[in-house]
């Protein structure tokens, strides 16, 4: 099945959740997963992308 884009909302209960998205964007990147869009910061949160290896393309994301 291909879902072509889901997007993560992470929670944003504790000051520490805003690295969630840059540190698994490192991790996923180290395991060999295409990340298509480095973390970056937006007017709504912090946003990154990647596939996973079926194809589908995820969105990350801490909201402001």
């Known amino acids: 099945m291909h879902l072509d884009l889901v997007t993560l909302l992470v929670p944003d209960d504790d000051q ?3 690295f969630f998205v840059d540190t698994l964007c490192t991790r996923l990147s180290a395991a060999g997963v295409e990340v298509t ?7 709504y949160g912090r946003v990154a992308g990647f596939v ?7 969105d990350l994301l801490s909201a402001a």
């Open 16 to 18: 520490a959740v805003a």
């Open 37 to 43: 869009s480095p973390p970056r910061d937006e007017p």
């Open 52 to 58: 996973d290896p079926m194809g589908n393309r995820w």
